[in-house]
């Protein structure tokens, strides 16, 4: 028997195809589409305005998957990190970022990585899998649900500043939000997206789809270590689609070493991609600075840094190490922080200091799998 195909691996064109091929009308693909992406309908039993002749012989040919989180953690501050199983016994997490109701959602792309970031916990996993594109749009889905189903209270004095992704700036800040709904998703959690673009672009394709999740393409942005022939094919594919870079070294000969990456695509080919990314109006290039005591931290690295980006329209997320078991990078100091901070933002750079976000709950970089795995393997033993 053909195994069934996920319907959730398409967006619109490529599922009106799919339904062509079986001799369907066009618009049954985007009833079925609505079905699945405004509905979350779980099954073809579901879509009421298909015949049953038609639902019975959809189900036949094809599922419509979905994920449940094995395990959900609240952080003091309203952060959720979710623990994903898939199919084959992988697992994968994405991690839910309240702000004043405004919820950021970080998912993950890959099972582990393979580009070895040095100071990256999900790097010592080494690359697993990629994900699928019905796997990647589920994390979203399966974060609504339970959105719907526990929605979040809405403290009166939530008045962090900090954010991942700074979209004060565009003037749309007046919209009326929801503490249930997502507004941004960024693609920051365990995986390289854009070693995983074939299953990366169809994914954003639904997010970004009118008839699918309903996302706008400026609340998507796509976190990269600087794969350059990649960001180019991202910005062809996607345009409008927002860019953060993982900066963390201003020299080659540090980021040779902690980035692998920046051997093939040294810090010039990385910015001038950037340069070249088709931002539109006043959008800027999000440059992440993983802050490592001792290592990139100096007043040197703040100049340097400022003067690599000063010609890309640019803000700047400082994110302070978080540290982890058997890594020897260490958090920076608090003075070291500020003082980086400040002298950015002496020049007018947008920064953002990202503060320790469900620091209670592990909710960083791979720690929650980290977690459990060795739980698991404690309880084995
Ligand atoms: N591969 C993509 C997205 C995943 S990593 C990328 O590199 O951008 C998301 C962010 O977490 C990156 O900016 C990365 O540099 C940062 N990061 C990884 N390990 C970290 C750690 N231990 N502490 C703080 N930030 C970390």
Redesign the pocket.
């Known amino acids: 028997m053909m195994p069934k195909t996920d319907l959730k691996n398409f967006p619109l064109p490529v599922l009106e195809q799919f339904l062509k091929g079986q001799g369907k009308e066009r618009f049954r693909a985007l009833q079925v589409f609505k079905w699945i992406y405004q509905q979350d309908a779980h099954g073809f039993d579901e879509m009421t305005n298909i015949s049953k002749a038609l639902r019975l012989e959809l189900s036949e040919t094809a599922t419509i998957s979905n994920l449940e989180p094995e395990a959900v953690e609240q952080g003091s501050d309203g952060t959720r990190k979710y623990l994903f199983p898939l199919a084959d016994g992988n697992s994968v997490e994405s991690v839910l970022i309240p702000i004043e109701g405004r919820n950021t959602l970080c998912i993950s792309s890959q099972v582990g990585?393979a580009?070895a970031?040095e100071?990256?916990?999900?790097g010592t996993f080494k690359l697993t899998r990629n994900l699928t594109t019905a796997e990647i749009v589920n994390q979203i889905m399966a974060v609504k649900r339970d959105l719907i189903a526990n929605p979040p209270a809405l403290k009166a004095n939530a008045g962090h500043a900090a954010d991942l992704i700074d979209d004060c700036e565009d003037g749309e800040d007046d919209e009326p939000v929801s503490p249930a709904t997502i507004r941004n998703i960024v693609?920051?959690?365990?995986?390289?997206?854009l070693h995983n673009l074939d299953n990366v672009i169809p994914a954003i394709q639904i997010m970004i789809d009118g008839n699918g999740l309903q996302l706008s393409n400026r609340r998507v942005t796509v976190?990269?270590?600087g794969l350059v022939p990649e960001m180019e094919r991202l910005g062809r594919e996607i345009p409008n689609v927002n860019l953060?870079?993982?900066l963390?070294a201003t020299t080659d000969e540090l980021r040779n070493r902690i980035m692998p990456v920046n051997r093939s695509f040294p810090l010039k080919e990385l910015l001038n991609a950037c340069r070249k990314f088709p931002l539109p109006g006043r959008r800027k290039v999000t440059f992440?600075y993983?802050m490592m005591g001792g290592v990139n931290d100096s007043p040197e690295d703040a100049k340097r840094l400022l003067r690599l980006i000063s010609d890309i329209p640019n803000k700047v997320n400082l994110?302070?190490?978080?540290?982890?078991e058997g890594?020897g990078?260490k958090a920076p100091t608090q003075a070291a922080i500020d003082a980086f901070h400040t002298y950015l933002i002496d020049r007018h750079v947008t920064v953002i200091t990202r503060d320790s976000r469900g620091g209670d709950i592990s909710a960083?970089?791979g720690q929650l799998k980290g977690k459990l795995e060795n739980k698991r393997a404690g309880e084995k033993s």
Do not use: D, Q, Y
């Open positions: 990585c580009m970031c100071f990256c916990l999900t693609m920051m959690g365990m995986g390289e997206p976190s990269t270590c953060a870079v993982s963390n992440e993983v994110i302070p190490f978080n540290e982890h890594c990078f960083a970089c």
